[in-house]
């Protein structure tokens, strides 16, 4: 079972934000403002696009035709759920200028979010180091009786504090004097 894409969402968006909060804080890194919409987009993107092997999901209905197609050849939480997607969106984006580089990177978070949060989940990830390490082993980030299981109990409440904390962190990030600006 994997998670709703409305938590996927929100983890990743959270997970972004709260990667900038370290940069701005411990490195001093300063992105500028016309740099964020691109990584943002990618995020937003890349938290649903691994679950486009299962044609039940939120992505999956959307874009039925390739999903059905791609489930066909691919078993759910397989391929797509490896890190050799994440990591090789990451590189290729040091092959390109400004703009499409931040857009692959906010592509290669995106999707490295959504892994992480299903490493969360009831289900873990089977084949999560494809195509090294094993594909029988089912790895997870908590112990199975804290995963979350699909739009139950601690996935309700995940996501309630996940949009708390998305709103608070914008706060954190964006400086008064660019609200002062609109």
């Given at each position: ?8 969402v929100?983890?990743?968006l959270?997970?972004?934000?709260f990667?900038?909060?370290l ?17 943002l ?6 938290s ?7 044609p ?13 197609w ?22 290729l ?31 873990g990830?089977?084949?999560f ?16 009786r ?6 139950g ?12 904390s ?6 954190l990030?964006i400086p008064?004097e ?5």
């Open positions: 079972k994997s998670m709703t894409h409305s938590t996927h929100s983890f990743s959270n997970a972004l934000f990667v900038m909060l940069a701005l804080h411990c490195g001093n890194i300063f992105l500028e403002y016309s740099l964020f919409a691109p990584i987009s990618g995020v937003i993107l890349c649903l696009l691994p679950d486009l092997d299962e039940k999901s939120y992505i999956g209905k959307k874009m039925f035709f390739i999903s059905n791609t489930s066909f050849f691919l078993k759910h939480r397989g391929v797509l759920h490896s890190l050799m997607a994440p990591l090789s969106l990451c590189g984006a040091f092959f390109f200028e400004e703009m499409l580089f931040y857009g692959l990177l906010g592509l290669s978070f995106g999707y490295l979010f959504h892994l992480i949060a299903d490493l969360m989940s009831e289900g990830i089977k084949g180091f494809f195509p090294f390490g094993s594909r029988s082993l089912t790895y997870a980030l908590l112990p199975r804290f995963r979350f299981k699909t739009n109990f601690m996935e309700k409440h995940l996501r309630a504090l996940l949009g708390i998305f709103f608070y962190q914008m706060y990030i008064l660019v609200v002062d600006d609109f």
